[in-house]
């Protein structure tokens, strides 16, 4: 159980290029879900906090008008990054959890590699 | 402020080789303490929710334990397969949100 998905696995675009990035619940509804960033040999960095019907709360630095997030359904996140550029190479990665609380835990999608040239 | 220290960054142990990996916290009102197994190119998978003190859970050749200020998870003879980034994450009081620590890169030679 507690699976996620996410699509694509990876992405490699010519700059001033939106990208769409998608993650799916795929067995249980997510109230909330979260999405991270990774850079090389570095942790995980919460970009923002999705809520289900609600905008989704972002972390300092982070340009919501660069990276929009929708959650239009208890199964369904998109990260969108708009106009992206070579900086915006990562690794992404979504997580869902049930409760939506802290100590409930998260469970992650594998990752899309988003590589701008 | 809220912070989560892994240490070592890096063990290379032989097959079999027991260990332990360290994860050091500092947090306003700990929530949960989360223990994920990370592959190349992959998102973390869940091992681990510590909740309190004195707690201890384990799944195969892995334990996890608790303390006020770290956490502790033990390999027992551990395979190649065992091979991984091993995350530690704390969940704040106030917050739904996760902080992880670096990790650490564990390889297991046969």
């Not at chain 2, 973390?44 to 510590?50: G, I, K």
Request: glycine content about 8%; some cysteine; hydrophobic content about 30%.
């Amino acid at each position: 159980g507690a699976v996620v998905s996410q699509h694509p696995s990876w992405v490699i675009c010519k700059s001033g290029t939106s990208v769409k990035i998608e993650c799916r619940s795929l067995d249980f509804q997510a109230t909330t879900m979260f999405w991270y960033r990774q850079f090389p040999k570095q942790s995980l960095m919460l970009m923002a906090t999705s809520n289900e019907g609600s905008k989704a709360t972002y972390e300092q630095g982070v340009e919501k008008d660069k990276f929009l997030i929708n959650h239009a359904s208890l199964t369904l996140s998109t990260l969108t990054v708009t106009s992206a550029h070579p900086e915006d190479s990562s690794f992404y990665i979504c997580s869902a959890s049930e409760g939506g609380w802290s100590n409930q835990p998260q469970h992650f999608g594998d990752g899309t590699r988003l590589s701008i040239l | 402020e809220d912070q989560v220290t892994q240490s070592p960054e890096a063990l290379r142990l032989q097959e079999g080789e027991s260990s332990s990996l360290n994860c050091s916290y500092t947090v306003s009102g700990l929530r949960g303490l989360f223990w994920y197994r990370q592959d190349p190119g992959k998102g973390p998978e869940f091992l681990f929710t510590l909740y309190s003190a004195g707690e201890e859970k384990e799944k195969e050749r892995l334990k996890a334990t608790l303390t006020k200020k770290e956490s502790f998870l033990h390999i027992t003879a551990p395979k190649p397969e065992d091979s991984a980034t091993y995350l530690c994450a704390v969940g704040p009081g106030a917050t739904n949100k996760l902080i992880f620590g670096t990790g650490t890169l564990l390889a297991v030679q046969p």
